[in-house]
């Protein structure tokens, strides 16, 4: 059950951490755009493997499922260890997400200005995976709680 209360919270952290790309890249030119990253991370994935990658809202969508389960993944270790650190862990493994998407990118061969552009870009980058780790830690607290 356990197990099953992480996976949610982290679907929930990296659902939050999604629509907010995904709104404010809207509204604001600085906004990160990790969307991109993944597009190219996946087009040259599949072209590596002699594979024809998606374009267009395929590549998108693709892109986008696949960051959600990578993000609910990844979120999800936030609900292994004791419940007393569960916010920390929370705060602490989001602000590693954030600030591995801003260092990673280039040395693995992808474009890191959709993250870096600008200074606030950067802040927003890893403020908002911060804030999936936490909206994952306030998940898989409230779950705890319930008794089912």
């Known amino acids: 059950m356990k197990l099953i209360k992480n996976i949610i919270g982290g679907l ?51 892109t986008l499922i696949g960051d959600i389960v990578s993000n609910a993944l990844y979120f999800s270790t936030i609900g292994f260890g004791k419940k007393k650190y569960l916010l920390l862990r929370g705060t602490t493994i989001g602000l590693a997400a954030g600030i591995g998407a801003l260092t990673l990118t280039k040395p693995i061969g992808l474009s890191d200005a959709p993250v870096t552009r600008t200074n606030k870009t950067k802040i927003m980058t890893v403020g908002w995976y911060t804030l999936g780790g936490i909206v994952t830690a306030l998940t898989i607290k409230a779950m705890q709680s319930k008794t089912v």
């Open 12 to 62: 929930a952290g990296a659902v939050a951490l999604n629509i907010l790309h995904q709104t404010v890249k809207q509204f604001d030119h600085d906004a990160p755009r990790v969307d991109l990253v993944g597009e190219e991370a996946l087009t040259k994935g599949m072209e590596s493997m002699g594979l024809e990658a998606p374009t267009g809202n395929a590549l998108f969508t693709a």
